[in-house]
């Protein structure tokens, strides 16, 4: 699964040089801050998209037990505590809003990628003999969010390196 990233850009690299010329730690700071800011509604999006992502199975065939299982926390909200933001102002500066598949439950490490191509095949409740597809309606909740999301994130990060290129001169 892709990130979302926007990381050096010429514009990012000579800026990142004249902020470690210029010495300020605050100045370096505050830069990443509003950088991170950028992000942060393509990752709210990100993780409002996986809540919302519907999921539909063939259902249950009559007469049959099953239910949600409570030993595990909520599915949906396990995926969304996975995607984050990280922002670097060293070598290659920039923002990333990324999957973080250690945040995932050890069986879950490829759910996000599954569902985002559309289909979800996983044993039920754990039984390897037994599978059972969902699907998801519509897919693409990654790919498309972040399609939408990017130039968004990109024109802020720009208004931003502005306003710093202009603090700076």
Known sequence: MRSAQILGTGQLIELSRRLRAA????????TARRVRRAA????RDLQQAIRSQPLVSEGRKPGKR???SPTTRPFRAMLAGGIRISVRSGGTP???VW??????????RG???????GRLRHPVFGNKRRWANQWARPSGWWTKTVRDGTPRMR???ERVLGDVRRDLQ
């Open 66 to 68: 099953g239910g949600p």
């Open 111 to 117: 759910v996000p990628k599954q569902i985002d191509d």
């Open 23 to 30: 010495g300020g730690p605050k100045l370096r700071a505050n």
């Open 94 to 96: 920039g923002a990333r």
């Open 99 to 108: 999957m973080d598949f250690s945040r995932l439950e050890p069986g879950a």
């Open 40 to 43: 942060e509604p393509l990752h």
């Open 155 to 157: 024109a802020e990060i």
